[in-house]
């Protein structure tokens, strides 16, 4: 939530609430049953998340800098949909785990376990097995571990 989220609408997991008062009415109204806000507490709600700042970001060692150059690399592509200042491209994919969801941006990412639409990942190593997507979220199905731990120390420092 931190660091702007306003700028990246549509919401959810799936990409489809255009806004703060359609996420309130999903989550909010929808799932805790509780009543809609008026409209001024659900702007007030948009401006107070919004101005969450980010986390700063990680300092970044050796396997950090060489996981860098995977994420970056067009062999993984990772940053296809994870490139730009937002580590998002903003877009709604299905990236291998049978349904389309919102590419999440990366900012911070360390402080957002576990990992996934579902939580199926406790570790973002863990992203990288079986509840990952394989090869249809990013190709990284031929690194090595080490390979995978540079790319993990790189995404733990965003």
Do not use: K
Not at 30 to 43: F, S
Not at 51 to 61: N, T
Not at 65 to 87: D, I, K, M, Q, Y
């Amino acid at each position: 939530l931190a660091g702007g989220i306003l700028a990246t609408a549509p919401f959810h997991w799936r990409g489809d609430l255009a806004d703060v008062d359609a996420l309130v009415r999903e989550v909010l109204v929808r799932g805790m049953l509780a009543p809609m806000p008026g409209r001024q507490d659900v702007a007030s709600l948009a401006r107070w998340l919004d101005a969450i700042p980010a986390r700063p970001a990680a300092s970044r060692g050796e396997a950090a800098a060489r996981g860098e150059a995977l994420f970056r690399s067009e062999a993984t592509g990772c940053a296809t949909c994870h490139g730009g200042p937002a580590h998002t491209n903003n877009q709604t994919v299905d990236v291998g785990t049978g349904a389309a969801y919102q590419v999440p941006s990366l900012r911070g990412v360390r402080w957002r376990p576990p990992y996934m639409h579902d939580g199926c990942a406790a570790t973002l190593r863990d992203r990288f097995g079986r509840c990952g997507g394989g090869d249809l979220h990013g190709r990284t199905g031929h690194l090595s571990g080490a390979e995978i731990d540079d790319l993990v120390a790189y995404m733990e420092s965003l």
